[in-house]
């Protein structure tokens, strides 16, 4: 099927950057959108940003102007450059891909998270 694989978390200080990558393969032969959720300890998973396969964003208002999600179709990857981090960033980040494969039509997947620590 269809395998989302993060990488690029870590531990960080206040105020500096990371960038998140997230790379899908499988029997895919298109991508719709793709997004960037996360979960802090004890909240609910939130939505952070979202690219359509046109190049369109939207974020959440937590984040817009300090993150930003772009993606490589070609490579059927999405990444998020987050700068000027706060230590409510913290959370794990999920990628999530609106994908259509073969024989199952379009369908929901995610990769297994990347823990994204922010702290001095």
């Known amino acids: 099927q269809v395998q989302l694989v993060e990488s690029g978390g870590g531990l960080v200080q206040p105020g500096w950057s990371l960038r998140l990558s997230c790379a899908a393969s499988?029997?895919?032969?298109?991508?719709?959108?793709m997004c960037w959720y996360r979960q802090a300890p004890g909240k609910q998973r939130e939505l952070v940003a979202t690219?359509?396969?046109?190049?369109?964003?939207k974020y959440a208002d937590s984040v817009k102007g300090r993150f930003t999600i772009s993606r490589d179709n070609a490579k059927n990857t999405v990444y998020l450059q987050m700068n000027s981090l706060k230590p409510e960033d913290t959370a794990v980040y999920y990628c999530?891909?609106?994908?259509?494969?073969?024989?199952?039509?379009?369908?929901?997947?995610w990769g297994q998270g990347t823990q994204v620590t922010v702290s001095s």
């Open positions: 999530n891909a609106d994908a259509f494969v073969g024989g199952l039509g379009f369908g929901d997947y």
């Open positions: 690219i359509t396969s046109g190049g369109s964003t």
């Open positions: 499988g029997s895919i032969f298109s991508i719709n959108a």
